[in-house]
């Protein structure tokens, strides 16, 4: 297990099942999380204050193709698989995000991200994301390059 998998797990461990906010205890984890990682200990502060974390069982879908996008996801721990129409599947796994592109331009959703096992999530409503995009230009610069790196990996496939 991760060092990110291994916090997200102990700090979920003493919360509530279901949806719950995060907090301060959640800043390590959300530090090891690529994403996050050229954020400053205040700014992982906003992040925490406005996210929830929530949980799903193996096999269970997390977001379905063609469904409105209103939520930002990162994987916390577990392992969740990605189905496109015409791509090949590709497994996310803790530190991996997705949601991001309906939230963006309003589109449904693109793909049907399913958990492969017991799956933590952190997640960030679509009106907080783009406040936080806004705000925090080193996010905003790393969700850039992870669009064009799946844009040219989508390229590369077709």
């Not at 797990?9 to 099942?17: E, N, T």
């Not at 719950?20 to 050229?38: H, Q, S, Y």
């Not at 080193?138 to 989508?154: C, D, N, P, Q």
Request: glycine fraction near 6%; charge should be positive.
């Amino acid at each position: 297990m991760s060092q990110l998998a291994a916090g997200a797990a102990a700090r979920a461990a003493v919360g509530k099942p279901g949806r719950n906010r995060m907090g301060r205890d959640w800043i390590p984890v959300l530090a090891e999380v690529p994403l996050f990682t050229n954020l400053s200990r205040r700014h992982l502060k906003r992040v925490s204050s406005l996210a929830r974390t929530r949980r799903f069982h193996s096999g269970s879908s997390i977001v379905r193709r063609g469904d409105p996008g209103s939520t930002f996801y990162v994987l916390l721990d577990g392992t969740a698989r990605v189905v496109t129409p015409k791509g090949r599947p590709h497994r996310l796994k803790a530190g991996d995000f997705f949601g991001e592109m309906a939230l963006f331009d309003d589109s449904p959703r693109s793909a049907d991200v399913l958990a492969e096992d017991e799956v933590l999530t952190m997640t960030i409503n679509c009106s907080a994301f783009r406040k936080l995009v806004r705000s925090e230009p080193a996010l905003a610069v790393e969700l850039l390059r992870t669009l064009a790196a799946r844009l040219r990996a989508a390229e590369k496939s077709s």
